[in-house]
């Protein structure tokens, strides 16, 4: 797995099909992934007709890969299916509530990130698109998921046809915390940041957003308050609708 | 990375080290897993000290794994870096809310399941603790968590002193949904649980717990309705004064 180190989002797709029998042994392979109690509180929608994703591009804020790619993964939690099975077992299933809702997000997340790590070995490009929960009713429209079903991840799949630089990460000293949490400072704040800070790309960035700082085009232009509360109130709605927070 | 075909989830460790160098290894190289505009909205703490796991345990219900691994790692939803990053660059972050924590635990779970797909290939073990978002607030105490963070994933770690059977997994067809879901009727859910219910270790499992069906056996005796709604509740306070949400 040490493709694992020079691992780069892909966007752009050669024209290749995925076929079916790849993608079902990576999808089952996959499945070997730990979920909690062995329940697989997962689902995952196949998307390869040009309709359907045209038809997912606007919840993706029409970025190019979801109509260009030849496979788009819809990855759900779903405690549906385990509802459904108890309902047809005489037992009384209690998955429609926050805690459930985490754990099949939870049990989701890991497999789509094995089913990553495995077609990107096999030498497939994959681009997560971090969009899935922004909007998410529309994805439940449009792949028509019932109650006890949310979205929390979309992959787009194929062979890559680009080779895009390897992106910066902070050291691991920022990230990585022995016994206790140590709290930031300004001084390792700037420690920390300095070279993500430093590099041309990023100075670039900065340039053409007419910022001061490259934490400032997160804020002021990539996640801003204003869009994450707004899409905060929407995802609340949506875990209410799908039954897993009452009022 | 053929070696998720057996996979399985390692709960007695021999007694050897896992070594600080290999462990920061597989930790940075984890780091390539995709985040959120490459904000990397996670943290890991790393706990060796017997008095931390000791500490820690009972936020796991005191399986021994917690105490007996060389290693414990509790992986967590942190927009408190990008907000300190934020705060001293004079940018205005609003990263506490529903959304972001979404967005980080995402981070946080797909870092989290690279390492262990890392992990297992280097040979090592691992266990998952569901038992992370059960009572969030000891694990919080413990380890000294800030505002804006909140751990999501613990894993045991260690060199395997056992190798136990590969356990059961649903059909392909179960879990995967061709262009729109398919809701489960009866009739596929008896297909999909079919071979579930036939194995003699999962028959002993109903028959050891007194119940008729192997799905009461989970919603009697494992995950109960009761506990998952007190649960949600703690973890929606947890949400709330970590910052992620507000009343």
Redesign the interface.
């Given at each position: 797995?040490k493709t694992?180190?020079t691992?780069r989002?892909i966007r752009r797709y050669a024209q290749r099909e995925v076929s079916e029998e790849l993608l079902?042994c990576l999808?089952?392979?996959?499945?070997?992934?730990?979920t909690?109690?062995?329940?697989?509180l997962?689902?995952?929608?196949?998307?390869?007709?040009d309709e359907?994703k045209q038809r997912l591009a606007p919840a993706h804020f029409n970025q190019p890969m979801v109509t260009q790619a030849p496979v788009v993964l819809t990855f759900?939690a779903?405690t549906?299916?385990?509802t459904?099975?108890?309902d047809?077992?005489?037992?009384?299933?209690?998955?429609d509530?926050?805690?459930?809702y985490?754990?099949a997000?939870?049990d989701a997340?890991?497999y789509?990130?094995?089913f990553?790590?495995?077609a990107e070995?096999e030498g497939l490009g994959c681009?997560?698109l971090?969009t899935t929960?922004?909007m998410p009713q529309m994805i439940i429209d449009t792949?028509?998921?019932?109650r006890l079903?949310v979205p929390?991840?979309t992959i787009t799949l194929g062979w890559p046809d680009e080779q895009p630089p390897l992106?910066?990460?902070?050291p691991?000293a920022?990230?990585?915390?022995?016994?206790?949490?140590k709290?930031?400072t300004?001084e390792s704040?700037?420690r920390?940041?300095a070279e993500k800070e430093s590099l041309p790309e990023n100075k670039e960035f900065v340039r053409i957003n007419n910022k001061?700082?490259?934490?400032?085009v997160?804020?002021?232009c990539?996640?801003?308050?204003?869009d994450?509360?707004a899409?905060?109130e929407g995802?609340?709605e949506v875990l209410k609708r799908q039954g897993f927070i009452n009022d």
């Open positions: 797995m694992i180190n691992r989002s079902n999808l089952s392979e996959a499945m070997r992934t730990q909690m109690g062995n329940l697989q997962y689902s995952v929608v196949v998307t390869r007709s359907m759900c779903d549906r299916r385990m459904a099975w108890a047809n077992r005489q037992a009384n299933a209690g998955y509530n926050l805690l459930s985490q754990n997000a939870t997340l890991l789509c990130q094995t990553c790590n495995l070995e681009c997560f971090g929960v922004y792949l028509q998921l019932p079903v929390v991840a992106t910066d990460r902070l691991l920022a990230i990585m915390h022995n016994e206790t949490y709290d930031y300004p704040i700037d920390f940041y001061q700082t490259l934490a400032q997160f804020t002021d990539r996640y801003t308050k204003k994450n509360e899409m905060s995802l609340m």
